[in-house]
């Protein structure tokens, strides 16, 4: 008896238009997977911005003026509006020149405001609110992937639920940076490595910090190739586009003042900002830990700046992956040793999100109803403290 042959099947060749359909699978994957950490998110930052409303309405103050038209948006609005070359001579003769802020948001906001009805200061606001989403999307890749997705979800409600979180949903760019550099240092740990350096280049386009994202990008390249004795042509792609936005606009700064690579850093120093390895900050404590009342402001700096360094020693001791390393200690130190805006280091340190991952591990190992039962009473602080610090001082 006969039976019939089975039909050869070829081999396929040819994977390409298969790409697309796994890659579209994968993101919808992730967003499936990060759909709580994004509602978290997103109801934290809401929360906020309920408070903030409510408090300002009380003071007779517009919650939007605060977020929008105060401190460095206002700067930011001025570069998007009118370009580089605005300055201010303060009564003690020095000059705030807008050349000290990077340019990647004052393009967004000029974007914004072309393609859409929106003001410039509004459409700061739209790329912050956006970003900020983005940066806990980032956020939760990162923690996922290292520690698994309890942890993921932890990681992004600890960095909604930072006292100076109402940042993050402010015409700043700490949320545009934060974004940029958690996606460069994902892409970095997936050894994708053109992606990690265009993103550590938009970092650099952003804030000086962005130098940060570039080092943990080289460092870790650096790695790759001594450990596999080879660097492919992605690795050597990634490495050189890294540091083009960062330089690039400093190169630049320096040609429009006249003073080359030191030019940013003259425009910088009439700010007030410079790096003295944390004497001015060290000064500044101390002299309110000899008076009162301002001894309880002190303390509890004091304990801020312990905790951090703490924080920092445990994440080494837990073996993060050196991109991680690499960047939040560039943060850290730059944040804690500049020499000027001592009010604004808290939210400098908005970036150091790496911080927050052995919190994030160790939340992650409570009951579900007990973190969310912490996490919802540190929402509501971190609310009302927003709400009051913009209220008052805010940040610089």
Known sequence: MRFPLPPIIEPVTDLAPYVPTVRRARVRSALRRAAPALLVYAGVRALGLVVLAGWSAANGKSAHGLLTARWDSLWYTRVADFGYGWETRLPDGSVHSNLAFFPLLPWLERLGHALTPLSYADAGLLVAWLASLAAALGIFLIAERLYGLRAGVCAVALWAVLPVGIVQSMAYSESLFTALAAWALYAVLRERWVWAGVLAALA?????????????????????????????????????????????????????????????????????????????????????????????????????????????????????????????????????????????????????????????????????????????????????????????????
């Not at 900050?281 to 009342?293: C, D, I, K, N």
């Not at 790496?354 to 919190?359: A, D, E, G």
């Open 204 to 396: 650099g386009l952003t804030r000086p910090v962005g130098a940060a994202v570039v080092a943990a990008v080289w460092v870790t390249a650096a790695i790759a190739v001594a450990r596999e004795r080879r660097a492919g042509w992605r690795l050597v792609l990634g490495v050189l586009l890294a540091p083009l936005g960062a330089a690039g606009y400093v190169l630049w700064v320096g040609q429009r003042t006249g003073d080359g690579l030191f030019g940013y850093l003259d425009v910088q120093a009439q700010w007030g900002n410079g790096f003295d390895g944390g004497l001015a900050f060290a000064r500044f404590v101390g002299g309110m830990l000899t008076s009162f009342p301002s001894v309880f402001a002190g303390l509890g700096l004091t304990v801020g700046v312990a905790l951090v360094i703490w924080l920092y020693v445990v994440c080494v001791r837990r073996g993060q992956p050196p991109a991680l390393l690499v960047y939040c200690g560039i943060v850290v130190v730059l944040a804690l040793c500049a020499s000027g805006y001592f009010g604004s280091k808290p939210r400098l340190l908005l970036p150091a999100f790496p911080l927050l991952l052995p919190l994030a591990v160790g939340l992650a190992r409570w009951r579900a109803s007990r973190a969310a039962a912490l996490l919802a009473v540190v929402a509501v602080g971190s609310a009302v403290y927003g709400a009051f610090w913009l209220n008052g001082s805010g940040p610089p």
